[in-house]
């Protein structure tokens, strides 16, 4: 079956500017996630959607950056007046928690996002 | 804050050698999972370790739990160029924050032919 999307794959743009990053998960996930990754680095956690409760925004950097999900399944990751230090690989997961296993996490491809 | 303190950072060997990642907390987990991410591609799961002293094969590949469920390892035996990649502990703290993982720096992998 498909599985995370994520688009676009690479954005540029120039600071000061808004970018939209968005994330397709694998259908009847409930749980959906974004991350921030540096180049070779680990991931740092930003927001987490579990069905119809208020997200977990506890990673969010700064009021810059803010996310929905709409109809429990599309989400897109805002970020406002964009800094260069925002320059990083934005990765989307979604599980479905509770199910079989121990939430594993299946990860989109992520958005490599480069502010000049 | 958990944390989860993982080493080492870079490690490069030559092809037929062994290696371990460690990763290491001062706080207890629910489940540990191990992701390896390749350039370009998001990480993929590897395997969920769950029991304290668990330990888990997964061909070249073993993976330990710690007793206390605070700290886990990745054995790899006679390494492959395949091999190479970005490896990821995460760990599940379970309860309230069930749907949080947090991830370890990672440990780039380069295996040398």
């Known amino acids: 079956g498909a599985g995370v999307s994520q688009s676009p794959s690479n954005k540029v743009t120039e600071k000061g500017k808004d970018v939209e990053l968005r994330c397709d998960p694998i259908?009847?996930?409930?749980?959906l996630y974004w991350y921030r990754q540096s180049l070779g680095q680990g991931l740092e956690f930003l927001i987490y959607?579990?069905?119809?409760?208020?997200?977990?925004k506890s990673g969010l950097p700064s009021d810059r950056f803010s996310a929905e999900r709409t109809g429990g399944s599309v989400s897109t990751l805002t970020i406002q007046r964009t800094q260069q230090e925002d320059s990083a690989v934005y990765l989307c997961?979604?599980?479905?928690?509770?199910?079989?296993?121990?939430?594993?996490?299946?990860f989109g491809p992520g958005t490599r996002l480069t502010v000049l | 804050t958990q944390l989860l303190e993982q080493s080492p950072q870079f490690l490069s060997i030559q092809e037929g050698e062994n290696l371990t990642v460690y990763c290491n907390s001062s706080s207890v987990f629910s489940s540990l999972q191990w992701y390896r991410q390749e350039p370009g591609e998001g990480p993929v799961l590897l395997v969920t370790?769950?029991?304290?002293?668990e330990v888990k094969k997964l061909k070249r590949l073993t993976f330990q739990f710690g007793d206390a469920r605070k700290d886990s390892s990745l054995h790899i035996t006679a390494a492959q160029p395949g091999d190479t990649g970005l490896y990821l502990c995460?760990?599940?703290?379970?309860?309230?924050?069930?749907?949080?993982?947090?991830f370890g720096q990672g440990t780039i992998l380069t295996v040398h032919p």
């Open positions: 995460a760990g599940n703290a379970g309860g309230t924050s069930y749907g949080k993982l947090t």
């Open positions: 259908s009847g996930h409930t749980a």
């Open positions: 997961a979604s599980s479905s928690p509770g199910g079989l296993g121990y939430n594993e996490q299946f």
């Open positions: 370790v769950v029991t304290g002293g």
């Open positions: 959607f579990q069905g119809n409760s208020a997200p977990d």
